[in-house]
């Protein structure tokens, strides 16, 4: 039976061959003289008339896309004890912008590349797309829309009854010859689009095909739904889009690469077909050669470049999801050496086949990174930056022909120091404690002390010892006699330590003792003060004589330990608003306990 059926293939190939003679399939744009390789006069005067004809116009629309949403946690007993370490309230509302307002221009015939690393948002991307274009234009590919059943005597496989491209679907059981295109020719050419043009393949039914062959094959689904979809609909003022999310993903590099050179191909002679394909893959830029690049980096920003009708690219535009501070001066190179000592070159084993280069920075180097930080605030008074860099080509930067780039991996911080630290005085025995004069006390911590206040790591380079290695270069390239820092997850990751400074635990002041004390009375975990929600449950099992006490210590806490009440008036219970500011502050002061570091020169 498979004999009979290669045989009639090939009757129906050598049939198809025979009728493109009078056609021959030489590209016009290779042969503009009109000269064609093939020697018949008919065929050269029929190519001559191709070479002049008007290329059909393409449809073209623009789309704007958006989107944002209010984040909320749920606050569970970890989630508290999470906050209650990083000093942040579960409570309040933020507003995070995955995709920035961007203006989209799809055109028929051309190719849209949406990269990025994972997490950065391509799929959010790619829904915003489908939310404003609407099912009508969409067809969307989505290989394998559910999990696959187990194995049984009728699916051995153990695949989905069906595989789905958004709008058609393969059958397990047909052989995939007969599941694709209106005629044998026709089948053959999608099929080949896709790399599947194999005898063996197209008479196997897509239960007997592997997991890449069949995500292939539904690709080839996806064109035959595509030619279809344009049937029945003659007249259209847009062009088609066909959203591919995780392009090749599932593809070993080379056949992805080589479906990637297929898929460009095949769009550029479709004038009413705009393919959207997305995928972390950058290495997929060369052979789709798109006509649009949307880069998602990590964080609030998104990278729209376009292809100029000039040989050199030109960016189209630079958007930045939340605007970041920009006040400021950058703070002046360092004088010191950009060579990492080898003390600490053990670190980075881990990192065996790339470089990095440590250098002086500024302050705009901190806020490319700055999003990564859990402190959205801006650091104190900065005096230095440290970076380190991974020298690479980039995809935007190869979408640019432009050379390897230096990739920001890291940055460190060193700012002046604040005026008050009680675990500075136990550190340094009192040092700075005897200056009465706040002038002079501020002079002499200015010169013999500076502050790490942020050491930021690109989270995909996180774990290979990068922040470790950051403060080692700083402290072996030091300011001041003194290097400190402060750091709410030194007692989970103790980063500072690795690098050689000395670790001082904070113990609790005699009002935070007391108020703690009231708290395990009234069996309220402390980490609970990170929810107001949870706060006013406690509040509405007490009675009216725990209530008045509990108001009253913690008006008596505020007058000791914060200068938010200079007066001495009880706060009232039924007052939510100063209630609930208290419990902040009681936040902020019992949970916020960061470790503090010492270095001496």
């Known amino acids: 039976m498979m004999m009979m059926m290669l045989k009639h293939m090939m009757m129906r190939t050598q049939t198809h061959h025979q009728s493109q003679d009078h056609h021959p399939a030489v590209e ?65 509302q933020r507003t995070m912008r995955v995709v920035p307002d961007s203006d989209i ?46 194995p049984t005597d009728s699916n051995p496989w153990g695949i989905p009854a069906t595989v789905s491209t958004g709008g058609g679907h393969l059958s397990p059981s047909i052989p995939l010859i007969e599941q694709i295109g209106d005629s044998l020719p026709d089948a053959v050419r999608t099929l080949a689009v896709v790399g599947l043009a194999d005898a063996f393949v197209m008479l196997r039914t897509p239960s007997q095909l592997s997991d890449g062959q069949r995500y292939r094959a539904s690709l080839a689904a996806l064109i035959q739904h595509i030619n279809l979809y344009r049937q029945q609909q003659r007249t259209r003022d847009k062009p088609i889009i066909a959203i591919a999310d995780e392009f090749a993903s599932t593809l070993d590099r080379l056949t992805a690469s080589t479906v990637a050179r297929n898929i460009r191909r095949w769009v550029s002679k479709q004038p009413d077909v705009c393919f959207v394909c997305a995928t972390t893959h950058d290495d997929l830029l ?114 640019l022909q432009r050379p390897a780039e230096n990739i920001l991996v890291g940055v460190l911080v060193r700012s002046l120091p604040h005026l008050a630290c009680s675990l ?96 395990d009375e009234l069996d309220i975990p402390p980490w609970h003060l990170a929810s107001n929600t949870r706060m006013a449950e406690h509040q509405n099992t007490w009675t009216d004589d725990q209530r008045a006490w509990f108001t009253n210590e913690l008006t008596r806490w505020s007058h000791t330990t914060t200068r938010a009440h200079q007066d001495t008036t009880p706060l009232d219970a039924n007052d939510t608003t100063s209630f609930n500011h208290l419990l902040r502050l009681a936040r902020d002061r019992l949970l916020f306990v960061p470790v503090y570091y010492l270095h001496r020169r």
């Open 424 to 519: 500075r005085t136990i550190a340094t025995d009192g040092r700075y404690r005897g200056i009465s004069n706040a002038k002079q006390r501020a002079a002499l911590l200015n010169k013999e002390l500076r502050t790490i206040s942020r050491v930021v790591v690109d989270p995909r380079y996180r774990g290979l010892g990068i922040a470790v290695a950051l403060v080692q270069h700083a402290l072996a390239n030091p300011e001041t006699i003194y290097t400190e820092a402060l750091a709410a997850m030194g007692t989970v990751n103790p980063f500072f330590e690795r690098a050689g400074m000395t670790r001082y635990e904070r113990p609790h002041s005699p009002p935070n003792a007391r108020l703690l004390a009231v708290l």
């Open 286 to 399: 060369e052979p789709l050669d798109p006509d649009l690049l949307v880069h998602l980096p990590l964080g609030e920003s998104i990278d729209i470049h376009q292809r100029s009708p000039s040989p050199l690219v030109k960016p189209v535009v630079s958007i930045t999801r939340s605007e970041s501070d920009t006040a400021g001066s950058p703070a002046a190179p360092s004088p010191h050496s950009t060579t990492p000592p080898p003390s600490y070159r053990s670190e980075l084993d881990a990192w065996k086949h790339n470089t990095l280069h440590f250098a002086a920075g500024t302050y705009d180097d901190y806020k490319k990174l700055a999003h990564h930080h859990y402190r959205p605030t801006r650091p104190a008074p900065v005096t230095s930056v440290f970076t380190v860099h991974e020298k690479r080509p980039t995809v935007v930067g190869r979408y």
């Open 28 to 92: 016009p744009e290779r042969h503009g003289s009109g000269v064609c390789p093939h020697q018949h006069a008919p065929r050269v005067r029929c190519r001559q008339r191709d070479v002049h004809e008007e290329p059909e116009p393409r449809l073209t629309t623009v789309v704007r896309v958006h989107k944002a949403w209010q984040t909320a946690v749920e606050p569970s007993e970890r989630i508290l004890q999470v906050a209650a370490m990083f000093g942040l309230g579960v409570d309040e």
């Open 105 to 150: 221009p799809l055109s028929g015939g051309s190719l849209v590349f949406v990269t990025g690393p994972s997490g950065s948002g391509k799929s959010t991307f790619l829904r915003c797309l489908e939310e404003q274009l609407g099912p009508s234009n969409i067809l969307k590919f989505n290989p394998t829309p559910h999990p696959s059943p187990k």
